[in-house]
């Protein structure tokens, strides 16, 4: 797989985490989410998996997209996987309310580019 399919894959797995943390948290409050410890949950793994992507994008993807937070998204990403008995659920609710949305709006036209320059499966 090219350098530019593997960035493609990596993209489309941020957009789909992304897209997930929007539709486990629809209708749900900021009480109801730290009552839910499984929502918490799934929303903290979605945040990692985008993450995880982010870090397996190419350096060269990232330097001509700047637009995106690459270091944040990691860093947060990095918090998850190594401190997860320090998670501060505060912070979750606001990465995923905020920066997830905004996220999506970032990647959806990159994405939607990629996928319009390849050539349909037969």
Do not use: C
């Not at 799934?42 to 397996?56: D, M």
Request: no cysteine; charged share 30%.
């Amino acid at each position: 797989m090219q350098t530019e399919e593997r960035d493609a894959a990596h993209l489309w797995d941020m957009l789909n985490a992304a897209e997930n943390v929007s539709q486990f948290l629809l209708g749900v409050s900021f009480d109801n989410y730290m009552r839910e410890r499984k929502l918490q949950a799934a929303v903290e793994r979605e945040v990692e998996i985008i993450g995880e992507a982010a870090r397996r994008v190419s350096e060269r993807f990232r330097e001509m997209h700047s637009e995106i937070p690459w270091r944040a998204i990691i860093a947060q990403r990095n918090v998850l996987a190594h401190e997860y008995g320090e998670i501060k659920q505060e912070r979750m609710w606001l990465v995923a309310t905020e920066r997830v949305p905004d996220l999506i709006k970032k990647l959806k036209p990159i994405v939607t580019v990629f996928f319009e320059k390849q050539e349909p499966y037969l």
